[in-house]
Structures are given as C-alpha cells and as structure tokens.
C-alpha cells in the first residue's frame, strides 16, 4: 500500500477564488503567510470559478516560482457544468471515464505549470461510473507520476466500498459537507466508516457557507448563541469555536478554509489549540440538531 498523504489540519479552500479580486502577487503574499503558519496545502477542483480557478492559481505561482515545490495540490474532478467554455454540452452530468479523468489531470498541470497533482479526488458519485475504468486510469496516472495520491468527495460509504473493491490505489480521503450547520455526517455512519477504514475526512463549507453567522433562520440564531457563550468561555471568537468543534473530533478531520482574508484563515488554524470537552462538543451538537441526543 502506497504510504498515505500527509495533511495539514487547515487547507486554503480556492473555490471563490474568482470573485476574490485579488491580484496573483497579493495571493502569493498570502501563501507564504499561510506557510507559515503550517498550511501547506491548496483545494482546488476543475470546475471551480467556471474553470478558471485552476489557471488563476497558477498564476499565483508564477507571481512567486517558490511557491510551487513548498506546497501541495488537491483538486477534483468528475462534474461537467453547463459553461460557454464546454460548448458542446447540453445538460449537467458526471463523467468519471478514463478520457474526461485524464484529460481533466492534464489541463490542472498546463494550468498549474507543475508536473504533477497531489491527490486528485473524484468530486461526486457518478451512477454511471465504470469502477474498474477509474481504477485502470487512476493506475496509469500514479505510474506516469502525474497524481500522487488518491481519494473522493461528497461519497457516502457505500460509494467509496464499491469503488475500492476496484481501484488499486488507496482513496485516504473523502472530502464532505461538515459543521455544526451540517452535522450528519456524524449522525449517519459517514465518520465512523471512514475512521474504521482509516480514510481522513476533509470538511468543506466548515462554517456553514457563512449561515452560522448571518442567517435569521431561528435554529441558526440559537446556534449562533450557544457558540457565542462556549467562545467567552474559552476567551476567543465564536468562529474558532465552530473550527473546534470539528477539529476536536478524533476521527482528526481536516478543514477548509476557504476565505481570502488572511486572518479568517489563521483564525481556523488557531482553533487547533482549543480543547473542547466532551459536554461542550455534546451541548453545540444539540443546538444545531435542535434536540438531545437519544
């Protein structure tokens, strides 16, 4: 079995990247700020910014060529948009055949300008995937050196079962919705199967899209309280409280955070120090699933 991909607990989530507004030399600043602070890792996919999120990020190491062998890519693949860059597609869809794969895994490394992804990660199940097929190609992308590692998103366990009974390569990591906005992962086997089957979970939208701290919705303003009241507990912000809250899960979830703020970022970085015990962890899973546990 090939030796599993090292993470850092905090990953630079670039899915808005677009809408960032931020030059490549400022983004590039903030990657070695990042660096810094341990967060030595990218989550990309090829979709993100209607494709281009890819190519703006590589711009971003051009900005700063040092940056390319100090850190490490995931992206995705697998989601086929409706897009005036695919003209010749007419309805969304899945397509997780070699062809789409591949070519996918080599326009990342043209728009990256590196010659090879870390781990590559396939971005939603597919109904009508060929196991045996992505197995075949994933092989072939491990032997030519272009992806190093392995590994899926949005996957229930019954997904990522089927398709390792197929595919050579360890699949270590399956990136899924989690936070206290979103804790069913927790509730339906989702974490406990990964952890039997030491798969690390990568936590995107870890702070509810922003909802755990903007929306009127009155189960959200509740929640917005009981994480207001464990923050002045511990002496910080009700943001690294909703990061701790997942960060302290044994199962060492890793999250994204995808914010182009500097300190949003730090601050999820920070919440890897705070320890919650277990009826703080209890008492905010409460109010986010609005009743006690059984």
Do not use: C
């Not at 996919?45 to 040092?66: H, N, R």
């Not at 090879?116 to 109904?127: S, T």
């Not at 990568?202 to 929306?215: D, I, N, Q, V």
């Amino acid at each position: 079995m090939e030796e599993k991909i090292t993470l850092p607990r905090i990953v630079w989530g670039l899915w808005r990247i677009k809408t960032w507004n931020r030059t490549p030399k400022e983004l590039a600043r903030t990657m070695n700020k990042l660096l810094d602070l341990g967060v030595d890792t990218v989550d990309l996919a090829d979709i993100y910014g209607d494709y281009e999120a890819t190519k703006m990020f590589g711009e971003v190491l051009q900005a700063d060529p040092t940056l390319s062998n100090r850190i490490k890519v995931v992206t995705k693949t697998g989601i086929v948009l409706l897009s005036e860059k695919q003209q010749q597609v007419y309805v969304k869809h899945y397509d997780t055949s070699a062809e789409h794969i591949i070519a996918s895994v080599d326009q990342s490394l043209l728009d990256l300008g590196r010659d090879h992804i870390d781990l590559l990660l396939i971005h939603r199940p597919d109904p009508f995937t060929d196991p045996l097929e992505v197995g075949h190609t994933f092989d072939e992308l491990y032997k030519e050196g272009k992806v190093l590692s392995f590994g899926v998103s949005n996957f229930m366990p019954y997904h990522h079962s089927l398709l390792t009974k197929y595919v050579k390569q360890p699949l270590f990591v399956n990136q899924i919705e989690i936070s206290l906005a979103h804790p069913q992962p927790f509730l339906d086997w989702q974490i406990p199967y990964m952890m039997e089957n030491d798969i690390t979970p990568m936590a995107w939208s870890p702070l509810g899209g922003g909802k755990l701290f903007t929306s009127d919705e009155p189960n959200m303003v509740k929640l917005r309280n009981a994480l207001e009241q464990v923050a002045q507990n511990h002496g910080v912000t009700p943001e690294h409280i909703a990061y701790a809250w997942l960060l302290s899960h044994p199962s060492n979830i890793v999250v994204i955070a995808g914010s182009s703020n500097y300190d949003r970022v730090k601050s999820a970085v920070e919440a890897k120090d705070i320890v919650l015990d277990r009826q703080e962890w209890f008492y905010l899973l409460e109010q986010a699933t609005g009743e006690p546990v059984p």
